[in-house]
Protein backbone atom coordinates (compact mmCIF):
# COMPACT_ATOMS: atom_id res chain seq x y z
CA UNK A 1 0.00 0.00 0.00
CA UNK A 2 1.38 3.30 -0.54
CA UNK A 3 2.40 4.99 2.53
CA UNK A 4 0.13 8.17 1.70
CA UNK A 5 -2.92 6.00 1.33
CA UNK A 6 -2.04 4.28 4.06
CA UNK A 7 -1.83 7.30 6.28
CA UNK A 8 -5.62 7.98 4.92
CA UNK A 9 -6.85 4.48 6.44
CA UNK A 10 -5.32 4.53 9.28
CA UNK A 11 -7.31 8.11 9.78
CA UNK A 12 -10.36 6.54 8.43
CA UNK A 13 -10.10 3.52 10.76
CA UNK A 14 -8.97 5.55 13.73
CA UNK A 15 -12.59 7.48 13.15
CA UNK A 16 -14.75 3.72 13.45
CA UNK A 17 -13.10 2.80 17.24
CA UNK A 18 -18.51 0.43 15.37
CA UNK A 19 -20.24 -28.83 8.88
CA UNK A 20 -21.97 -29.24 12.16
CA UNK A 21 -25.74 -28.74 11.59
CA UNK A 22 -27.19 -29.37 15.08
CA UNK A 23 -27.10 -27.06 17.50
CA UNK A 24 -24.92 -28.22 20.67
CA UNK A 25 -24.67 -26.55 24.04
CA UNK A 26 -21.34 -27.63 24.99
CA UNK A 27 -18.21 -27.99 23.09
CA UNK A 28 -18.37 -31.75 22.00
CA UNK A 29 -16.24 -34.22 23.72
CA UNK A 30 -16.07 -31.83 26.59
CA UNK A 31 -18.12 -31.62 29.78
CA UNK A 32 -19.86 -28.93 31.78
CA UNK A 33 -17.02 -28.21 33.49
CA UNK A 34 -15.08 -27.13 30.62
CA UNK A 35 -17.28 -23.90 30.38
CA UNK A 36 -15.48 -22.66 26.43
CA UNK A 37 -17.17 -22.16 23.49
CA UNK A 38 -15.21 -22.25 20.12
CA UNK A 39 -16.23 -18.87 18.73
CA UNK A 40 -15.72 -17.62 15.03
CA UNK A 41 -15.42 -13.75 14.85
CA UNK A 42 -16.83 -11.79 11.83
CA UNK A 43 -15.86 -8.62 11.06
CA UNK A 44 -12.60 -8.25 13.69
CA UNK A 45 -11.91 -4.59 12.72
CA UNK A 46 -13.13 -1.17 14.93
CA UNK A 47 -16.05 -2.32 16.60
CA UNK A 48 -15.32 -5.90 15.41
CA UNK A 49 -12.17 -6.17 17.80
CA UNK A 50 -14.10 -4.85 21.13
CA UNK A 51 -17.01 -7.75 20.18
CA UNK A 52 -13.74 -10.10 19.50
CA UNK A 53 -12.35 -9.54 22.74
CA UNK A 54 -15.11 -9.28 25.22
CA UNK A 55 -16.47 -12.91 23.72
CA UNK A 56 -13.31 -14.35 23.80
CA UNK A 57 -13.32 -14.01 27.88
CA UNK A 58 -13.48 -17.62 28.97
CA UNK A 59 -13.79 -19.13 25.30
CA UNK A 60 -11.53 -19.92 22.53
CA UNK A 61 -11.25 -17.90 19.44
CA UNK A 62 -10.87 -20.50 16.83
CA UNK A 63 -11.64 -18.64 13.84
CA UNK A 64 -11.71 -15.09 12.85
CA UNK A 65 -12.29 -13.22 9.25
CA UNK A 66 -12.22 -10.22 7.81
CA UNK A 67 -12.85 -8.90 4.07
CA UNK A 68 -9.87 -6.23 4.84
CA UNK A 69 -6.84 -7.70 6.74
CA UNK A 70 -5.34 -4.55 7.38
CA UNK A 71 -8.23 -3.55 9.98
CA UNK A 72 -7.09 -6.92 11.38
CA UNK A 73 -3.68 -5.84 11.60
CA UNK A 74 -4.49 -2.40 12.56
CA UNK A 75 -2.77 -1.64 15.89
CA UNK A 76 -4.38 1.41 17.76
CA UNK A 77 -2.56 3.88 20.38
CA UNK A 78 -4.87 4.79 23.36
CA UNK A 79 -4.36 6.59 25.88
CA UNK A 80 -3.00 3.28 28.03
CA UNK A 81 -0.81 2.61 25.48
CA UNK A 82 -0.82 0.08 22.05
CA UNK A 83 -3.62 -1.94 21.49
CA UNK A 84 -3.01 -4.51 19.19
CA UNK A 85 -4.76 -5.49 16.24
CA UNK A 86 -6.90 -8.93 16.27
CA UNK A 87 -4.40 -11.17 14.42
CA UNK A 88 -1.47 -10.19 16.97
CA UNK A 89 -3.88 -10.47 19.91
CA UNK A 90 -5.05 -14.20 18.59
CA UNK A 91 -2.36 -16.02 16.72
CA UNK A 92 -3.90 -19.48 16.94
CA UNK A 93 -6.98 -18.09 14.96
CA UNK A 94 -7.33 -19.57 11.81
CA UNK A 95 -7.60 -15.97 9.69
CA UNK A 96 -10.11 -15.96 6.68
CA UNK A 97 -11.08 -13.01 4.13
CA UNK A 98 -14.09 -14.99 3.16
CA UNK A 99 -16.91 -16.36 5.45
CA UNK A 100 -17.58 -18.77 3.42
CA UNK A 101 -14.24 -20.53 2.94
CA UNK A 102 -14.49 -20.15 6.99
CA UNK A 103 -17.92 -22.51 7.14
CA UNK A 104 -16.76 -24.76 4.62
CA UNK A 105 -13.49 -25.70 6.09
CA UNK A 106 -14.05 -25.30 9.59
CA UNK A 107 -18.01 -25.49 10.77
CA UNK A 108 -17.68 -28.57 12.83
CA UNK A 109 -14.89 -26.60 15.15
CA UNK A 110 -17.42 -23.78 15.65
CA UNK A 111 -19.90 -22.95 18.09
CA UNK A 112 -20.27 -19.60 17.97
CA UNK A 113 -20.30 -16.91 15.22
CA UNK A 114 -19.77 -13.14 16.25
CA UNK A 115 -20.82 -11.07 13.70
CA UNK A 116 -19.69 -7.40 13.36
CA UNK A 117 -19.66 -6.29 9.35
CA UNK A 118 -21.78 -3.23 7.95
CA UNK A 119 -25.34 -3.82 8.28
CA UNK A 120 -26.15 -5.54 4.95
CA UNK A 121 -23.70 -8.53 5.20
CA UNK A 122 -25.28 -9.33 9.39
CA UNK A 123 -28.10 -11.57 7.02
CA UNK A 124 -26.55 -13.54 5.17
CA UNK A 125 -23.52 -14.17 7.39
CA UNK A 126 -25.96 -14.70 10.52
CA UNK A 127 -28.37 -16.99 8.36
CA UNK A 128 -25.64 -19.21 6.96
CA UNK A 129 -24.28 -19.49 10.81
CA UNK A 130 -27.74 -20.41 12.17
CA UNK A 131 -28.84 -22.69 8.86
CA UNK A 132 -25.21 -24.85 10.34
CA UNK A 133 -26.89 -24.84 13.87
CA UNK A 134 -24.74 -22.28 15.21
CA UNK A 135 -25.29 -19.59 17.93
CA UNK A 136 -25.25 -16.48 16.88
CA UNK A 137 -24.26 -12.51 18.36
CA UNK A 138 -25.19 -9.98 15.62
CA UNK A 139 -24.56 -6.14 15.74
CA UNK A 140 -27.53 -4.12 15.70
CA UNK A 141 -29.54 -3.39 13.58
CA UNK A 142 -30.27 -6.94 13.35
CA UNK A 143 -30.68 -6.20 9.20
CA UNK A 144 -31.35 -2.68 7.41
CA UNK A 145 -34.13 -4.01 5.91
CA UNK A 146 -37.49 -5.41 7.45
CA UNK A 147 -37.84 -8.66 5.49
CA UNK A 148 -34.62 -9.57 6.26
CA UNK A 149 -35.12 -8.71 9.84
CA UNK A 150 -38.30 -10.95 9.90
CA UNK A 151 -36.83 -13.91 8.49
CA UNK A 152 -33.59 -13.86 11.02
CA UNK A 153 -36.17 -13.89 13.95
CA UNK A 154 -38.34 -16.44 12.54
CA UNK A 155 -34.87 -18.53 11.45
CA UNK A 156 -33.37 -18.39 14.84
CA UNK A 157 -36.82 -20.08 16.13
CA UNK A 158 -36.59 -22.65 13.39
CA UNK A 159 -32.98 -23.31 14.06
CA UNK A 160 -33.73 -23.56 17.84
CA UNK A 161 -30.22 -21.31 18.29
CA UNK A 162 -29.33 -19.07 20.94
CA UNK A 163 -29.61 -15.72 19.31
CA UNK A 164 -28.17 -12.44 20.83
CA UNK A 165 -28.57 -8.34 18.85
CA UNK A 166 -25.07 -5.91 20.32
CA UNK A 167 -27.35 -3.31 21.64
CA UNK A 168 -25.71 -3.22 24.89
CA UNK A 169 -28.10 -1.46 26.52
CA UNK A 170 -30.11 -4.12 26.58
CA UNK A 171 -27.83 -5.67 29.43
CA UNK A 172 -27.04 -2.40 31.65
CA UNK A 173 -28.35 -1.63 35.22
CA UNK A 174 -29.58 1.65 34.65
CA UNK A 175 -31.76 0.23 31.52
CA UNK A 176 -33.60 -2.43 34.74
CA UNK A 177 -33.62 0.36 37.00
CA UNK A 178 -35.63 2.62 34.21
CA UNK A 179 -37.88 -0.18 34.43
CA UNK A 180 -38.64 -1.05 37.63
CA UNK A 181 -39.07 2.87 38.52
CA UNK A 182 -41.95 2.87 35.67
CA UNK A 183 -43.38 -0.01 36.62
CA UNK A 184 -43.89 1.48 40.50
CA UNK A 185 -45.51 4.47 39.10
CA UNK A 186 -42.42 6.38 40.00
CA UNK A 187 -43.86 8.93 36.95
CA UNK A 188 -47.16 8.35 37.19
CA UNK A 189 -48.02 7.25 33.58
CA UNK A 190 -45.62 7.91 31.03
CA UNK A 191 -47.06 9.64 28.04
CA UNK A 192 -43.62 10.59 25.87
CA UNK A 193 -40.53 9.90 25.73
CA UNK A 194 -37.45 11.42 23.62
CA UNK A 195 -34.24 10.63 22.06
CA UNK A 196 -31.62 12.59 20.35
CA UNK A 197 -28.08 12.09 18.94
CA UNK A 198 -25.29 14.07 16.79
CA UNK A 199 -25.23 11.21 14.73
CA UNK A 200 -24.24 11.18 11.97
CA UNK A 201 -20.77 11.99 12.54
CA UNK A 202 -20.20 10.55 8.55
CA UNK A 203 -20.55 12.31 5.49
CA UNK A 204 -24.27 11.37 4.11
CA UNK A 205 -26.84 13.67 2.56
CA UNK A 206 -28.17 14.26 -1.08
CA UNK A 207 -25.49 14.72 -3.57
CA UNK A 208 -22.53 13.38 -2.18
CA UNK A 209 -19.92 12.17 -4.27
CA UNK A 210 -17.40 8.77 -4.09
CA UNK A 211 -15.26 8.82 -6.58
CA UNK A 212 -13.85 5.28 -7.84
CA UNK A 213 -10.55 4.34 -5.93
CA UNK A 214 -8.28 2.12 -6.34
CA UNK A 215 -9.25 -1.40 -4.38
CA UNK A 216 -6.60 -1.96 -1.93
CA UNK A 217 -4.50 -5.05 -2.34
CA UNK A 218 -5.39 -6.40 1.18
CA UNK A 219 -9.25 -5.75 0.58
CA UNK A 220 -12.14 -8.00 -0.84
CA UNK A 221 -14.21 -5.66 -2.22
CA UNK A 222 -16.55 -8.20 -4.35
CA UNK A 223 -17.41 -9.86 -0.62
CA UNK A 224 -17.97 -6.20 1.11
CA UNK A 225 -20.11 -5.28 -1.20
CA UNK A 226 -21.72 -8.49 -0.74
CA UNK A 227 -25.53 -9.44 -1.60
CA UNK A 228 -26.13 -5.47 -2.92
CA UNK A 229 -27.54 -5.65 -6.31
CA UNK A 230 -25.62 -2.65 -6.94
CA UNK A 231 -21.90 -2.60 -7.61
CA UNK A 232 -20.18 0.55 -6.34
CA UNK A 233 -16.17 1.40 -6.89
CA UNK A 234 -14.08 1.25 -4.10
CA UNK A 235 -13.78 4.36 -1.79
CA UNK A 236 -11.65 5.17 1.23
CA UNK A 237 -14.72 7.23 2.82
CA UNK A 238 -17.38 4.37 2.40
CA UNK A 239 -14.90 1.75 3.75
CA UNK A 240 -14.78 1.53 6.75
CA UNK A 241 -17.17 4.43 8.08
CA UNK A 242 -18.96 6.21 5.38
CA UNK A 243 -21.51 2.83 4.68
CA UNK A 244 -23.17 3.97 7.47
CA UNK A 245 -24.95 6.62 5.27
CA UNK A 246 -25.83 4.47 2.65
CA UNK A 247 -29.55 2.92 2.04
CA UNK A 248 -27.58 -0.22 0.52
CA UNK A 249 -25.38 -0.90 3.22
CA UNK A 250 -26.53 0.80 6.25
CA UNK A 251 -29.57 2.59 7.34
CA UNK A 252 -28.45 6.40 8.29
CA UNK A 253 -28.38 7.52 11.80
CA UNK A 254 -31.30 6.05 13.05
CA UNK A 255 -30.28 2.63 12.37
CA UNK A 256 -26.62 2.85 14.05
CA UNK A 257 -28.00 4.64 17.38
CA UNK A 258 -31.86 3.75 16.90
CA UNK A 259 -31.80 -0.06 18.40
CA UNK A 260 -29.38 1.29 21.16
CA UNK A 261 -31.65 4.06 22.28
CA UNK A 262 -34.92 2.72 22.06
CA UNK A 263 -34.23 -0.47 23.54
CA UNK A 264 -35.06 1.21 26.66
CA UNK A 265 -38.50 2.24 25.90
CA UNK A 266 -39.22 -0.85 23.87
CA UNK A 267 -38.79 -2.92 27.03
CA UNK A 268 -40.25 -1.42 29.93
CA UNK A 269 -43.29 -0.02 27.73
CA UNK A 270 -43.66 -3.41 26.13
CA UNK A 271 -43.68 -1.40 22.54
CA UNK A 272 -43.89 -4.46 20.41
CA UNK A 273 -46.94 -4.50 17.79
CA UNK A 274 -48.63 -2.24 15.52
CA UNK A 275 -47.55 1.70 15.67
CA UNK A 276 -48.03 4.82 13.71
CA UNK A 277 -44.86 6.92 12.23
CA UNK A 278 -43.98 9.86 10.72
CA UNK A 279 -41.21 11.82 9.66
CA UNK A 280 -42.05 15.51 10.49
CA UNK A 281 -38.51 17.06 9.73
CA UNK A 282 -35.69 15.83 7.20
CA UNK A 283 -33.16 17.24 5.55
CA UNK A 284 -32.35 16.52 2.09
CA UNK A 285 -31.60 12.96 1.28
CA UNK A 286 -31.80 10.57 -1.90
CA UNK A 287 -32.41 6.62 -3.44
CA UNK A 288 -28.53 6.43 -2.33
CA UNK A 289 -27.94 8.28 0.93
CA UNK A 290 -29.93 8.95 4.17
CA UNK A 291 -30.64 12.66 5.03
CA UNK A 292 -28.02 14.64 6.99
CA UNK A 293 -30.52 15.50 10.25
CA UNK A 294 -34.22 14.38 10.75
CA UNK A 295 -37.16 14.58 13.47
CA UNK A 296 -39.37 11.35 13.56
CA UNK A 297 -42.52 11.01 15.58
CA UNK A 298 -43.84 7.09 16.85
CA UNK A 299 -47.17 6.50 18.26
CA UNK A 300 -48.05 3.24 20.28
CA UNK A 301 -51.15 2.82 21.54
CA UNK A 302 -52.12 1.80 24.66
CA UNK A 303 -51.30 -1.62 26.34
CA UNK A 304 -52.68 -3.21 29.52
CA UNK A 305 -54.52 -0.20 30.62
CA UNK A 306 -51.72 2.37 30.10
CA UNK A 307 -51.97 5.46 28.52
CA UNK A 308 -50.76 5.70 24.42
CA UNK A 309 -46.92 6.27 24.19
CA UNK A 310 -45.42 9.14 21.59
CA UNK A 311 -41.83 8.66 20.88
CA UNK A 312 -39.72 11.28 19.14
CA UNK A 313 -36.65 11.41 17.77
CA UNK A 314 -33.70 13.68 16.77
CA UNK A 315 -30.64 13.04 14.77
CA UNK A 316 -28.55 15.54 13.50
CA UNK A 317 -28.25 17.59 16.48
CA UNK A 318 -25.60 19.79 16.85
CA UNK A 319 -25.80 20.33 20.28
CA UNK A 320 -28.87 20.18 22.55
CA UNK A 321 -27.60 23.10 24.29
CA UNK A 322 -27.49 25.72 21.71
CA UNK A 323 -29.23 24.58 18.52
CA UNK A 324 -32.55 26.52 17.62
CA UNK A 325 -33.84 23.41 16.08
CA UNK A 326 -33.54 20.97 19.18
CA UNK A 327 -37.09 20.14 20.61
CA UNK A 328 -36.35 20.08 24.08
CA UNK A 329 -38.30 17.00 25.72
CA UNK A 330 -40.65 18.52 28.98
CA UNK A 331 -40.02 18.45 32.77
CA UNK A 332 -36.36 18.73 32.82
CA UNK A 333 -34.52 21.64 34.27
CA UNK A 334 -34.03 24.31 32.14
CA UNK A 335 -30.75 24.82 33.13
CA UNK A 336 -29.77 21.16 33.13
CA UNK A 337 -26.63 20.78 30.85
CA UNK A 338 -27.49 18.28 27.65
CA UNK A 339 -24.95 15.53 26.37
CA UNK A 340 -23.55 16.62 22.98
CA UNK A 341 -23.68 12.83 21.37
CA UNK A 342 -27.02 11.43 22.79
CA UNK A 343 -30.09 11.53 25.33
CA UNK A 344 -33.31 10.27 26.39
CA UNK A 345 -36.13 11.84 29.05
CA UNK A 346 -39.34 9.33 29.84
CA UNK A 347 -42.11 12.13 30.11
CA UNK A 348 -44.62 10.78 32.94
CA UNK A 349 -47.42 12.79 34.19
CA UNK A 350 -46.04 12.77 37.80
CA UNK A 351 -42.00 13.54 36.51
CA UNK A 352 -39.81 12.75 34.35
CA UNK A 353 -36.39 9.94 33.89
CA UNK A 354 -33.27 11.53 32.53
CA UNK A 355 -30.58 9.33 31.28
CA UNK A 356 -27.83 11.62 29.74
CA UNK A 357 -26.28 8.60 27.10
CA UNK A 358 -27.47 6.63 24.39
CA UNK A 359 -27.53 3.46 26.33
CA UNK A 360 -28.73 4.21 29.77
CA UNK A 361 -25.51 2.65 30.85
CA UNK A 362 -25.63 5.80 33.65
CA UNK A 363 -27.96 5.73 36.13
CA UNK A 364 -31.28 7.33 35.05
CA UNK A 365 -32.10 10.52 37.10
CA UNK A 366 -35.30 11.46 38.36
CA UNK A 367 -36.87 14.85 38.38
CA UNK A 368 -38.60 16.73 40.24
CA UNK A 369 -35.71 15.86 42.77
CA UNK A 370 -38.43 14.93 45.61
CA UNK A 371 -39.05 11.58 43.81
CA UNK A 372 -35.21 10.68 44.00
CA UNK A 373 -35.96 9.25 48.21
CA UNK A 374 -39.22 7.03 46.85
CA UNK A 375 -37.16 5.46 44.25
CA UNK A 376 -34.93 4.53 47.33
CA UNK A 377 -37.82 1.74 48.53
CA UNK A 378 -38.64 0.40 44.82
CA UNK A 379 -38.33 -3.49 44.95
CA UNK A 380 -35.35 -5.06 42.37
CA UNK A 381 -36.88 -7.11 40.19
CA UNK A 382 -34.42 -8.00 37.65
CA UNK A 383 -31.43 -9.50 37.42
CA UNK A 384 -28.22 -7.96 36.61
CA UNK A 385 -26.31 -8.71 33.39
CA UNK A 386 -22.26 -9.37 34.18
CA UNK A 387 -20.64 -9.23 31.08
CA UNK A 388 -22.56 -7.31 28.47
CA UNK A 389 -24.57 -9.37 25.46
CA UNK A 390 -21.30 -11.63 24.99
CA UNK A 391 -21.48 -13.13 27.58
CA UNK A 392 -25.26 -13.53 28.40
CA UNK A 393 -25.11 -15.45 25.19
CA UNK A 394 -22.34 -17.39 26.56
CA UNK A 395 -23.91 -18.32 29.66
CA UNK A 396 -27.51 -19.14 27.77
CA UNK A 397 -26.00 -21.89 25.62
CA UNK A 398 -23.77 -23.81 28.42
CA UNK A 399 -27.31 -23.56 30.35
CA UNK A 400 -25.78 -21.49 32.78
CA UNK A 401 -28.69 -18.29 32.44
CA UNK A 402 -31.63 -17.51 30.84
CA UNK A 403 -31.73 -16.45 27.05
CA UNK A 404 -30.27 -12.93 26.52
CA UNK A 405 -33.13 -10.27 26.64
CA UNK A 406 -32.03 -9.06 22.87
CA UNK A 407 -32.62 -12.40 21.94
CA UNK A 408 -33.47 -12.41 17.91
CA UNK A 409 -37.09 -14.09 18.48
CA UNK A 410 -38.87 -11.58 21.23
CA UNK A 411 -36.76 -8.47 21.28
CA UNK A 412 -33.93 -7.65 18.52
CA UNK A 413 -36.46 -8.12 15.94
CA UNK A 414 -39.46 -6.18 16.40
CA UNK A 415 -36.91 -3.55 17.86
CA UNK A 416 -35.24 -3.38 15.02
CA UNK A 417 -38.58 -3.16 12.56
CA UNK A 418 -39.23 -0.62 14.92
CA UNK A 419 -36.06 1.67 13.79
CA UNK A 420 -36.54 0.57 10.40
CA UNK A 421 -40.45 1.40 10.12
CA UNK A 422 -38.69 4.97 10.91
CA UNK A 423 -36.43 5.18 7.58
CA UNK A 424 -39.11 3.86 6.19
CA UNK A 425 -41.61 7.15 6.55
CA UNK A 426 -38.47 8.71 5.88
CA UNK A 427 -37.66 7.69 2.91
CA UNK A 428 -41.47 7.59 2.03
CA UNK A 429 -42.46 10.66 2.56
CA UNK A 430 -45.40 9.59 4.17
CA UNK A 431 -46.90 8.53 7.41
CA UNK A 432 -46.93 4.97 8.39
CA UNK A 433 -49.43 2.67 10.06
CA UNK A 434 -47.09 -0.41 10.62
CA UNK A 435 -48.94 -3.79 10.62
CA UNK A 436 -46.94 -5.70 12.94
CA UNK A 437 -48.36 -8.76 12.10
CA UNK A 438 -48.65 -8.45 8.07
CA UNK A 439 -45.42 -6.90 8.17
CA UNK A 440 -46.81 -4.28 5.87
CA UNK A 441 -47.48 -0.63 5.74
CA UNK A 442 -51.84 -0.43 5.88
CA UNK A 443 -52.84 1.42 2.57
CA UNK A 444 -49.16 1.97 1.34
CA UNK A 445 -48.66 -0.23 -1.22
CA UNK A 446 -45.67 1.85 -2.37
CA UNK A 447 -44.13 1.38 0.74
CA UNK A 448 -43.37 -2.64 -0.23
CA UNK A 449 -40.57 -2.63 -2.89
CA UNK A 450 -38.54 -1.17 0.20
CA UNK A 451 -39.17 -3.55 2.57
CA UNK A 452 -36.91 -6.06 0.92
CA UNK A 453 -33.71 -5.70 -0.88
CA UNK A 454 -32.46 -7.33 -4.40
CA UNK A 455 -30.27 -9.63 -4.49
CA UNK A 456 -27.01 -9.70 -6.37
CA UNK A 457 -26.92 -12.95 -8.37
CA UNK A 458 -24.95 -15.75 -6.47
CA UNK A 459 -26.36 -14.03 -3.11
CA UNK A 460 -30.12 -14.90 -2.89
CA UNK A 461 -30.77 -16.29 0.48
CA UNK A 462 -31.09 -20.16 1.29
CA UNK A 463 -34.11 -20.44 3.63
CA UNK A 464 -33.82 -24.46 3.83
Known amino acids: MHPHSRRRFLKSAAAFAGAGFAPNLLLRGQDASAKQLRIACIGVGGQGLSDLVQIAVGNQIVAMCDVDRRMAELTRITAQGEVPGAIARFPQAKFFSDYREMFAQMADQIDVVSVTTPDHMHFPIAMEAMRRGKHVYVQKPLSNNLWETR ?45 WTNRPIWPQGKGLEFPAMPVPEQLNWDVWQGSCATERPYNEKIHPFAWRGFWDYGCGALGDIGCHSFNSAFWALDLKGDFVVEASKVSEFDDTLAPKRSTIVYQFPGKGGRTPVKVVWQDGVNDPNTDPEFLRPPGIPADLQLNAEFGQVFVGSEGVIFCNDAYCRQSPVLYPEALREKARTVERKYDRVKGGPHQELCRAILGQGPKPVSNFIDHAGPLTEMVLAGNLAVRLGKRIDWDFDRMQARGLPEATPLLKRVYRKGWEPDLS
Do not use: C, P
Open 151 to 195: VMARYAEKKGVFSVMGNQGATYDGTRVLREWIEAGLIGEVKEVHY
